[in-house]
């Protein structure tokens, strides 16, 4: 066998030998500013997973209306991505902040911007030639800054009254994507790197109309689905706040199932673009024992009125009793003494989910949000699952 002939031989058998290796899927987590505010800032750049995680999406900067950006909480800002003080009062340590440790450690840090509270002036800085530049003129001044990885664009959403919206969102929107890519390729070009353009989206069919996804999808790198909140204590009746499957025949559109087929074979969406949305959350309902049920809205006693992390969560099983749904492959939990139920995601429900994109060769996960299943003893145990799943189809 001649060498040529060697080198070819060599390479299919690796090829055939480890089939999966260049399938490696993404975990991103987004990283809350302002959760330092809580549980003591359990969760500091240095305590995060990183070697479960492939991207950290910070959250959140947001747009004022000349496009300019501004952090949602800047207190967390400086103490997260400048890094630890330096004792002797000369500004930061230097590199300990978020962006650094996580390079570190082979993790890319995306700017993540806007949010559900925050997207407001999205409509206004879409609209104008001046707004869009201004945008991304200060999208490579803060990657500039901090040493961001790319940009998440979170506008909630187009086209959206409640935040402003008008009908003129939906080009808008896909202008201001061209006009930032751009500034991220010309800045790229002068650093000699690449800068991704992602966006959060929304699971539902009617949200998108207000989308040009065919133009979408060749801008974005990934696209994020929020295949969460399908339900919530803001609905009528209680029901699973992230089933993977349609969890019953009248209620097929609101699951991760549906978001994906939408988005892939509807739209036609490269799968290996899409993310899919794991929730490290549940929803509460108060004087509720049972699923499509009337309830008194969300538990503000035991949780938080954002939601129930699994970190609080956790603590409380033992008042609990845990039901399996197996058409939604999603638990829930129900308490008689406290007259509630809780739609969560726990590790059985997160290992279905993850198996998903390896099954439909989807391009990863997103996680809202990574401290949600930070336990006290530093176990993580959400992103544990979906770690050993990811990482055992490398070696399959």
């Known amino acids: 066998m001649n060498s ?67 952090g949602r909480d800047t207190v967390g800002d400086a103490l997260i991505l400048r890094g630890e003080r ?6 930061y340590k230097p590199r300990t902040g978020l962006t650094d440790v996580a390079h570190r450690s082979g993790v890319k840090v995306m700017l993540s911007i806007g949010g559900w509270e925050d997207s407001k002036n ?20 803060q990657i ?42 010309s800045y790229g070009t002068l650093t000699g790197r690449e800068y991704p353009l992602t966006a959060a989206l929304p699971a539902s069919a009617s949200a998108l109309t207000n989308y ?35 969890p019953q025949p009248d209620d097929s559109v609101r699951n991760a199932d549906a978001a994906f087929n939408l988005y892939v074979h509807t739209l036609n969406v490269p799968a290996e673009k899409v993310n899919l949305g794991v929730p490290f959350y549940g929803q509460t309902y108060t004087q509720c024992t049972s699923l499509y049920a009337p309830h008194a809205g969300a538990d503000t006693v035991h949780f938080s009125p954002q939601g129930a992390f699994y970190y609080d969560i956790v603590p409380l099983l033992n008042k609990f009793t845990r039901k399996w749904d197996d058409r939604a492959r999603v638990p829930y939990l129900i308490s008689t003494e406290w007259n509630m139920l809780i739609s969560y995601d726990d590790e059985e429900s997160v290992g279905y989910k993850a ?10 996960l997103i996680i809202w949000e990574i401290t949600g299943d930070y336990l006290p003893d530093g176990t993580t145990p959400l992103l544990d699952v979906i770690d050993a799943k990811f990482k055992w189809s490398l070696r399959k």
């Open 4 to 70: 040529g002939c060697k080198w070819l031989f060599l390479v299919l058998t690796l090829y055939l030998t480890f089939p999966a290796m260049s399938q490696k899927k993404e975990v991103i987590g987004y990283y809350p500013s302002w959760k330092w505010r809580s549980r003591d800032n359990l969760v500091s750049p240095v305590r995060i997973p990183y070697d479960k995680l492939t991207v950290i999406n910070y959250a959140f900067f947001y747009p004022l209306p000349d496009g300019s950006l501004v």
């Open 355 to 364: 198996q998903y994109v390896l099954d439909h060769n989807a391009c990863g």
């Open 122 to 141: 999205f409509p206004e800085v879409a609209s104008t030639d001046a707004g869009r530049a201004q945008f991304a003129h200060s999208c490579v001044d």
């Open 212 to 246: 040009e996804m065919d133009k979408l999808a060749v801008i974005l790198d990934q696209l994020n689905v929020m295949t969460y909140d399908f339900n919530g204590p803001w609905d009528p009746l209680s029901g699973h706040n992230a089933p993977l499957y349609a």
């Open 144 to 185: 500039r800054t901090y040493g961001f990885d790319g940009i998440d664009i979170d506008w909630e959403y187009p086209g959206y009254a409640d935040h402003r919206g008008t009908p003129e969102d939906k080009q808008n929107f896909t202008r201001l994507l061209r006009v930032v890519r751009d500034s991220l390729q």
């Open 86 to 91: 330096d004792p002797r009062g000369r500004g």
